[in-house]
């Protein structure tokens, strides 16, 4: 019985530490190549022709992923890299099964003028 809860509570803190990047690429690999590919530019800025184009990876699967920044901030905000990362991975991790995100609002101070995108499959939208 010790053993038992033993593995038990090893399997929940395991499961707790996962990081939102380990958990989007535990549903969906595309996602990972998208956020890598977009946030491998350390000078993004928003609102950008950069930001808004985005990334888009897959061939017309479920699992394809598009994302991007819109923004109508003025001037515009630079995104840091560790943030453009950190926030797209938490968005497909808290998403659904494939990481599916509704948009976000960010920006800095309280004025929140970028919205992020994440969309996966025939979700695109207006993307």
Known sequence: MKLTTALTAAF?????????????????????????????????VAPSSYASAGAHVGTGGPHDTKLSITAVCSPAQWVP???????????????????????????????HCQTWNF???AKFGGL
């Open 12 to 44: 929940a803190t395991t499961t707790l530490a996962m990081s939102d990047q380990a958990m989007c690429q535990k549903k969906n690999a595309h996602a990972v190549q998208a956020i890598q590919q977009f946030c491998a530019k350390t000078n993004i």
């Open 119 to 121: 969309a996966v499959g």
């Open 81 to 111: 890299q560790q943030y453009c990362l950190s926030q797209f991975y938490n968005m497909c991790a808290t998403g659904d099964d494939v990481g599916d995100a509704s948009p976000r609002l960010y920006g800095s101070g309280a004025y």
